[in-house]
């Protein structure tokens, strides 16, 4: 029987995984990380629930991408995750995934038709979550270790009404995988890119995930950090939180109000705080003060929509959206700058 030939670089991978895989925590806590499914996906996910929670008050959510298995999978990601919930108190899931493997490396088709399912995974257990507890609508995170990037990068980026912010740990990286993001990134999400100073499975990738981001005009954070490939749940936390001190969130949303009335639109917002002043500015010489307008277009076209809004702290925030009316399926690209009040 004649031997299956390998290149050296698969010969070093279980070294390369061993002597650089996340250190994973002490996972005693006092409760248990529950196994769940999600009915509409079927897809399994676990989540952990700190002790001291209670629904008086909504709660953090960080939802976690694991990477390439036999390596990596959810419940390693969650043993390293569980007790930084329980000191940190938020409440963090792991969802089984298909399309988080750098080896082998896929075909494009196959690995976007795997991004779209996982998306339905991630987006699911987000909802069944939301719907068992007490979750904050601007405190909703995700996160990916290695391979789990592919997930991170699809889904998040697509979805920055769900998630505040995103963090890839040490991701690989292949931008053909992100036909479908490209050119729809909106600029105010924030998106940190951790990597190894001596990774020499992913740090090529993080290199090329910066390079991609920034053409990509993203609100891009990166991160490099000492030693080789492994998980960093702590930085991870720790931009997280960066993020709600220091980045207020405020996105704009455009519905349509009506299917025999395409000219008439709906715009609400959402964000981490609620602004004591609105001025929309619809584009063709109308304005409105109200929080939520209800406004009809004279004909189709493309308009940009202004919001002026003032904070709880007097800080003015000024939102631009773009967009095509009748409504389309592509989202409208959101631009925001922050200005001292005058």
């Known amino acids: 029987m004649t031997l299956p030939r390998f290149s050296p670089l698969l010969a070093a991978l279980p070294l390369l995984f061993c002597v650089g895989c996340p250190q994973y925590r002490d996972a005693t806590v006092p409760n248990e990380i529950e196994r769940r499914v999600e009915p509409q996906t079927n897809a399994d996910y676990l989540l952990y629930v700190p002790s001291n929670y209670n629904g008086r008050h909504p709660w953090p959510l960080i939802i976690l991408c694991h990477g390439t298995r036999p390596w990596d999978n959810a419940d390693r990601q969650m043993l390293d995750w569980v007790k930084l919930a329980e000191e940190k108190g938020f409440l963090v899931t792991a969802v089984e995934l298909s399309g988080t493997s750098a080896i082998p490396k896929r075909a494009v088709d196959d690995q976007i038709a795997r991004q779209i399912d996982d998306e339905r995974r991630i987006l699911g257990a987000v909802r069944q979550i939301r719907g068992a507890y007490s979750i904050s609508d601007d405190r909703i995170f995700l996160t990916g270790w290695s391979a789990g990037s592919f997930a991170v990068l699809h889904t998040g980026l697509r979805h920055p009404e769900v998630f505040r912010a995103i963090a ?144 709880p702290k007097k800080r003015k925030v000024k939102r631009n959206l773009d967009l095509t009316v009748p409504l389309q399926d592509t989202p409208a690209l959101e631009r925001t700058t922050w200005t001292d009040p005058k």
Not at 192 to 221: F, P, R
């Open 168 to 311: 890839l740990q040490q991701g690989n990286f292949d931008s053909a995988y992100l036909a479908e993001v490209a050119g729809r990134i909106d600029p105010h999400q924030p998106v940190c890119v951790i990597y190894g100073s001596i990774d020499m499975l992913t740090g090529a990738d993080a290199k090329k995930c910066v390079a991609w981001l920034e053409k990509q005009k993203a609100n891009l954070h990166r991160l490099e950090l000492s030693g080789g490939h492994r998980g960093h749940p702590e930085p991870t936390q720790e931009f997280f939180d960066k993020v709600l001190r220091r980045e207020p969130w405020l996105h704009i949303r455009a519905l349509g109000v009506d299917d025999t009335d395409p000219l008439t639109v709906h715009f609400k917002t959402r964000g981490s705080f609620v602004p004591n002043r609105f001025k929309w500015q619809f584009g063709d010489g109308q304005e409105s003060p109200v929080s939520q307008p209800v406004h009809r277009f004279d004909r189709p076209g493309t308009y940009q929509v202004t919001l002026d809004a003032l904070t």
